[in-house]
């Protein structure tokens, strides 16, 4: 099962293992492509868009996501162009609010704005969101669902009242794994969790919560905000 | 009990059946009621119920029937009856009315005419429902039968010929159904109008079993009810086609996704289904072609972003409904990681009269690269709103003033807003458009599910851009950051433009995260979210620039930048009409004095402005202008 695939990319002319996506035959070259919500043990998410790369088909160019886009035989592909880099820097300026409020940019996010141009403050005035120092790239939330099969932390609310949150239910084992520490790209969640085992929200809680309070779920205060 | 239905004969038979039985009844009335959702909420429900009081009462239940039917689409008049023989289209119906038309119309024969339909342009009066200027200009090959249908009597459906298309289905083989909608030239209705037959055959040689067919009925644009309708009020006709595309595809098992909000929807459908296996039309075996097929109800709980498909996909597989990337096909990789055809309901709602009638006489219909009819819901501001189904091809201005009868007041059409939130904005001097896949994405609209909103010149476009993108903020996923940041920002600019505090930069990073959401955004949703921001800079960058640069909303709409005057030469002094409903205390002035609006206190509410309006129009707006020195407290 080693049926491989030739593509252009960047000029050069490569050879990948079918079903390989776009990014990681970039890898296997030595072509860099910038990700945030990459992981190579996860599913490819899209949540980013960062590793966008400019494919040539029939004639016709578009742009897609490397970390899902399979290799196909004959693709040209580009990793850098004025459009692609135009694309990277604006989604580093749209995010950098999130991460702090004036903008203010550290360790990867920082170099990748740096390579781009990328001014982190032009939309801190404009981000209403409050600085939560999590950009939602759901590696923590994937890690502990895919390669931890615990669903112990996962997204709440929709279109920009998306959040993450533990699941107290669930939160008891997270003293003991400390997985999501290691994959988070900003540290906000070592950060922000509970630093004593008892402070978990536990399973007895929401019980005890849910018996004293009727069933009041909305009310469930102890939906830890990451 | 009826039996199952066994074979085409069997189905003609019952059709023939039906049809004669009907024709011994000709001697009695039938009065069609309108009962969709539209016409419920003005109260068809006890104009039917007094209806069948007043034929109780009156000893008339063996000379009149009641069939009460789907949406007629004409929600501007609703609620509406058409009484047979005569064909007399009654409107806007009251309980009170109902008397009088027991007495005069159906035990006298005459008509009555003050409930008849009036032209609000030239005052002309109509009898027959398909005279009126709304319904003349249309052609109805889907939504026709709904005014003729109960959509809870599959009898109906049948006797209209109903199925009989999928019994022509099954005397073909599945290539050669695919072929006749490829031939057809369909275009799915949902929104992007990728061709039905393609996806169809994709799905069909797709390795992996069971396949599913989905329809897709989560419908949530601003303003927009077609999957509503039909699902409502000729559930049959999806089931059929639901069944023919089966049958093509290849599989037994059919998922009819609705949203929770559409109960009446919801329980059609779960009535049509229970009839449909009754009569042997679903289950095992349907009529002897030895074709299984089973269909379920999926209920959704109405998030608008779960209308994508893979978003649809991972909700029915009890997960978040959000996108993901779809560099897979659904037609390889869909529902359980099985191939998933989902189409739209107006697309299903094609198919059984491709079959019945021929790829031919459909791709006749339209354009040269948009065939057939597609439905749209005009609102807005147009006199006559509610459902109208058009041919490809029709310039967007016969539909506007033709069918929608113009804008009321005498006023102009500024846009219309046409595709929903994903849609753009098409202004007046382009309606010549005509109604196309293409055109339509040429000048940066999109034909969508087919939402169509009418503006008149008090619209301001920035606020209308503003609606949209607060919507998409509210209805997105939220999963990339393109999308969710993107959005997030540009409100916060729009908010500013329209709050007049925007920096001079405001439309250039407009325009940059616009472009940012189209090219890098996980799923169409928000790829196109910004489409009403853009043509609307496109077609009325003036506005824009007024709302920065001078302060000033041209239409007045925005709070922020317009102020309200009293004009001492219109002011009555003797009304304090504005004085007793301002809310803030505003309005302030003598007896015998003409009254005037204390600035600081004005909560531009405009609540002064709409009382005064109807006698004196002694209010007036300002936005961004010198205001005359006798409007101005001083010197009073």
């Not at chain 2, 800079?537 to 309200?564: M, T, W």
Request: proline content about 4%; glycine content about 10%; some cysteine.
């Amino acid at each position: 099962m080693t049926n491989s695939v030739n593509l252009i990319m960047d000029g050069r002319e490569i050879s990948a293992r079918q079903g390989l996506t776009i990014l990681e035959a970039a890898q296997e070259v030595g072509i860099e492509i910038p990700t945030l919500c990459y992981h190579k043990d996860l599913n490819p998410f899209g949540a980013c868009n960062l590793c966008s790369v400019e494919i040539q088909q029939n004639g016709s160019s578009r742009i897609v996501a490397s970390c899902a886009y399979p290799v196909e035989p004959g693709l040209r592909v580009k990793t850098r162009s004025p459009k692609i880099d135009k694309i990277r820097r604006m989604l580093i300026e749209v995010v950098a609010p999130r991460v702090s409020q004036g903008g203010t940019l550290r360790g990867r996010l920082r170099r990748l704005a740096d390579e781009y141009g990328a001014n982190s403050s032009r939309f801190a005035s404009k981000s209403t969101a409050e600085p939560l120092e999590c950009i939602l790239c759901g590696l923590c939330v994937r890690y502990c669902a895919e390669v931890k099969k615990m669903n112990a932390i996962g997204f709440v609310g929709r279109g920009i009242d998306r959040q993450v949150v533990l699941y107290p239910a669930k939160a008891q084992q997270c003293y003991q794994c400390k997985a999501c520490y290691k994959v988070c790209p900003t540290g906000k969640i070592a950060v922000s969790m509970p630093k004593v085992a008892g402070d978990f929200p536990s399973e007895f809680c929401v019980d005890a919560y849910l018996s004293t309070h009727g069933t009041k779920l909305h009310k469930l205060s102890s939906l830890e905000q990451i | 009990m009826v039996s199952k239905l066994r074979s085409k004969h069997a189905l003609d038979e019952l059709c023939k059946t039906i049809l004669e039985e009907r024709a011994k009844d000709n001697a009695k009335l039938l009065v069609t009621v309108c009962n969709g959702t539209g016409c419920r909420a003005g109260g068809s429900a006890a104009v039917i119920e007094e209806l069948k009081h007043e034929i109780v009462s009156q000893g008339l239940t063996d000379k009149v029937n009641i069939r009460t039917t789907g949406c007629h689409g004409f929600c501007e008049a609703g609620p509406m009856f058409i009484v047979q023989p005569g064909d007399i289209f009654y409107q806007r119906l009251k309980v009170e009315n109902m008397a009088d038309i027991v007495r005069e119309t159906i035990i006298g024969g005459n008509i009555i005419d003050n409930l008849l339909y009036t032209n609000p342009v030239d005052g002309a009066t109509y009898i027959h429902q398909s005279d009126i200027p709304f319904y003349r200009g249309q052609q109805r090959i889907i939504l026709g039968s709904n005014s003729r249908i109960d959509p809870c009597n599959i009898e109906d459906y049948i006797a209209l010929g109903g199925y009989s298309a999928l019994a022509k289905a099954f005397e073909q083989d599945s290539g050669q159904i695919i072929e006749e909608i490829k031939e057809s030239e369909l275009r799915g209705r949902g929104g992007a109008g990728f061709p039905t037959g393609v996806k169809w055959e994709a799905t069909r040689k797709a390795y992996g079993e069971p396949k599913y067919v989905i329809v897709n009925c989560d419908e949530g644009d601003p303003g927009a009810f077609m999957d509503r309708t039909l699902m409502e009020g000729n559930p049959h006709l999806i089931i059929e086609g639901l069944i023919i595309g089966a049958y093509a595809i290849g599989t037994n098992e059919g998922i009819i996704y609705v949203r929770a909000e559409y109960p009446l929807a919801l329980s059609n459908t779960e009535v049509a289904l229970r009839q449909a296996e009754a009569y042997g039309l679903l289950g095992n075996d349907i009529l002897g072609s030895g074709f299984n097929f089973h269909v379920r109800i999926h209920r959704g709980a109405g998030a608008f972003v779960s209308g994508e498909s893979s978003a649809m996909v991972s909700a029915m597989q009890g997960e978040p409904g959000e996108p993901r990337l779809k560099y897979v096909h659904l037609a390889e990789f869909g529902l359980k990681g099985r191939p998933t055809n989902i189409n739209n309901v107006e697309t299903w709602a094609n198919v059984p009269l491709i079959i019945d009638k021929g790829a031919s006489w459909f791709n006749s219909i339209g354009t040269e690269r948009s065939k057939g009819t597609k439905i749209f819901c005009l609102t807005g501001c147009v006199n006559n709103t509610g459902l109208v189904e058009v041919p490809m091809g029709m310039p967007l201005r016969d539909l506007i003033q033709d069918i929608g009868g113009g804008v009321p007041n005498n006023k102009k059409v500024k846009a219309v807003q046409v595709g929903g939130p994903s849609g753009g904005l098409i202004p007046e001097q382009h309606l010549h458009t005509a109604i196309d896949f293409d055109e339509l994405s040429k000048m940066g609209a999109m034909m969508g599910s087919g939402g169509l909103i009418v503006m008149d010149e008090d619209t301001c476009v920035v606020d209308m851009a503003k609606f949209f993108v607060d919507f998409c903020c509210e209805e997105s996923c939220g999963k990339c950051i393109a999308g969710r940041e993107g959005l997030r920002i540009m409100r916060e600019y729009l908010n500013e433009i329209c709050a007049g505090e925007a920096g001079a930069d405001a439309i250039e990073a407009i325009e940059d995260i616009a472009e940012l959401m189209r090219d890098a955004s996980l799923c169409a949703l928000c790829r196109t979210a910004a489409n009403p921001v853009i043509t609307s800079l496109r077609y009325f960058r003036e506005e824009y620039e007024d709302h920065i640069g001078q302060k000033r909303c041209p239409a007045k709409v925005c709070p922020s930048l317009v102020n309200y005057y009293v004009d001492p030469l219109k002011c009555n002094s003797m009304c304090d009409l504005c004085l007793s409903n301002c809310p803030s205390k505003a309005v302030q002035g003598r007896k015998f004095k003409p009254l005037w609006i204390d600035q600081e206190k004005c909560i531009k509410c405009g609540i002064c402005s709409d009382v005064c309006s109807h006698r004196y129009k002694a209010v007036s707006k300002f936005s961004g202008e010198q205001v005359p020195s006798r409007f101005l407290r001083k010197g009073r």
